[in-house]
Structures are given as structure tokens and as C-alpha cells.
């Protein structure tokens, strides 16, 4: 799909960079541009209205209600504009990182020493592990063990179960919204 040119009116450098970003995420989201530059178009001025309506300190109060009215009115036609701009567009997806890149993570934590500390003294069987601290002494070296090295005896466990998370919460982002986590 092709970027359609930005309309004339536009002649601020601000408004067609806005112009053209809308229109590239239309694209992103393998929407046509070139069948919405009229919903662009209003998008745009509507986001400008707004940034010129922003309360400001300054008049009466009277004159303070008026600009909070007119800026409730812009924001609730931005809002749809951007759902008319946006009908039918397809979800993005990001790929899952790799294991061994959440692995990778988990290790430049600070909390890895204390976790791997733990993990070899909860989970001695385990292939690689250390010989063990007394339970005691890791405690007061590093404090109470996190959930992550009581659940998973290796890091590469922790990161494989971190991705199996993520991906269901990319799937429903409403299950990761009810139990307070932030979605994907």
C-alpha cells in the first residue's frame, strides 16, 4: 500500500509529520490510507484543536468551563475518528523473544545471585547446581527466597514458563488486566 501525499492545507511541518504518521500506522496495520484521507485529515486537525484547547491558568472562570467543554467535545471526536480510522485494522503482533534472551534477562537481575543461592539449596537434585549454603546463612546473606527460585529449579524453566505466560496474556489481554497485570 501506498502513502498517499499529505493534503495542501497542511502547511505546518508539524501537522503533515502527523499526517504521515497516522497514515503509516494505517499501513502497519495493513489498513489502505489512500481510502481514509479524509478521516486522516480530520484526525489530524482534531488532535490539533486539542493541543490548542489545553486549560490554561489564565481567564475567567466562565471563559476556563467554555475551553473545558469545547475540549471535552474534541477529545470525544478524536476518540471517534480514531475508531473509524482504525475499523477492521489488524492486531500487531511482536514476536516472543527466545529463551535464552529471557534467560539472558533473568541473569543481569540483581536478584539472580540470590536466586541461584536458593535454588541450590531447595532444589539440590538439580543438574548443575552448587553445593548448597546452609538455609540459614543464605537467609541472612540474601533474605527470604523469591517466588521465582521456590517454582523453578533453573532459570531456563523460569524463562520458558515467563514466555508460556506471555503468550497467553497477548492472546487475552483481559486475563492479564483482571489478575493486575500490565498487558503485552
Partial sequence: MKIPHVPPRFKSKRAREHWLRVADDLVRHGLDPSART???????????????????????ADVRLAQARALNNAVAERRRLHQRLFAGAKRLEEPLPQVEEVVEQIAATDQSDADEAWRDALWPAREGGRTPLDQTEIERRFGRPSWAALLHPTRASQAKDDLELEAIFRRRPSLAKSIGRRAA
Avoid at 488532535?47 to 490548542?52: D, F, H, M, N, V
Fill in 38 to 60: 479524509e478521516l486522516i485529515s480530520d484526525f489530524v486537525d482534531a488532535e490539533t484543536t486539542i493541543a490548542s484547547l489545553r486549560p490554561q491558568a489564565k481567564g475567567s
